[in-house]
């Protein structure tokens, strides 16, 4: 597919906010007993949130309060996601400036040709990139916007950068961002709408990408991807702008829906590439849920280890939509990073219902 490794992946989230006491907060409310239930089937612990509920409750809002609260901390928290991203990769940019602190290391702003941002929960024009600048970057760096797309939304975008850095030869950064927090419905709710309240938490990955040739050795060369779209099912899984922000639809349907889906692209991609299922090194999957999880494990049979680092990231997180399974996918690299030549596989799902899978390979 391309010649482009990442070297760096970051994941940030506001202030963590216990599930327990979110509860309190509804238990009030028509269908607060509802919403405390799901909660404590839900595996998820502690969430972040930018707009803390407890402190500030924005289930009142307008949907422009809303949207101008999201970009206001989604820019913030970016910032710092990237920053830490570009540190991770090298460029030291916590020491002064980033301009500076690349020139330190020997890269210029200008190294850095391709900024992209991916996000569904906050629309803005100019929005994410508009943090460019204030990262020092070239005003004549490309921007590249790219939203809503759902959960599954930061593999086409690892995907798109990849072609870029392949084609330009030069790196490229990615931020993802999706937060949740500033669209907290009011009551009263009912079970789907008790579970999109507990599952789906804020948070903010960046991936740093270059080309082979650039750089230290090491990271994990993007190999290739590949999507499947189920139509039938496009009505399972639904977001759209509403009167009190963000409205989301997510049927019951929709665990038995990815389980049955997923295998499909990632045994397209791993025979396209003649790499055997059982020698992927492991597997970084999007934790949509605690059901998605039980029910993808259940077809899959995927290695335990790859499984419970979803778990994990699911428990302390909730689902952050795009940047989710980035967080699991450097959980993995640091915990168990890929060897040369060892292979290992993304998979995310989202509305349409689509499901993406990537294959990465050790260098």
Known sequence: MSQARIVAVTFRTPPLVKMEEFANLVAADPGGDTVAQVIR?????????????????????????????????????????VTAALAEAGLRPDRTTVTAALAEAGLRPDDVGLFATVTTTTHSAPGLDALAAELGLRPDVETLSLGPMGCYAAVPAVSACAHWVAAKRRPAVLLAVDLFSPHVQPPPYDKEQAVVLTLFGDGAAAVVLLPPEAGEPGGAEIVDAEQLTAPAHADDLQVHMGDNGLRIRLKPSMPDVVAGSVAIPARALLARHRVRWSDVAWWAVHPGGRRILDRVDEALGLPEQSMATAREVMREYGNTAAPAVLAVLRRLQTTRPLAAGEHGVVLACGPGATVWALLLRGT
């Open 41 to 81: 089937n839900s595996a998820i612990t502690t969430k972040g949130m930018a707009v803390n509920a407890l402190l500030e409750d924005p289930r009142r809002w307008t949907t422009r309060r809303r949207m101008d609260r999201s970009l206001a901390e989604a820019r913030r928290l970016g910032r710092t996601t």
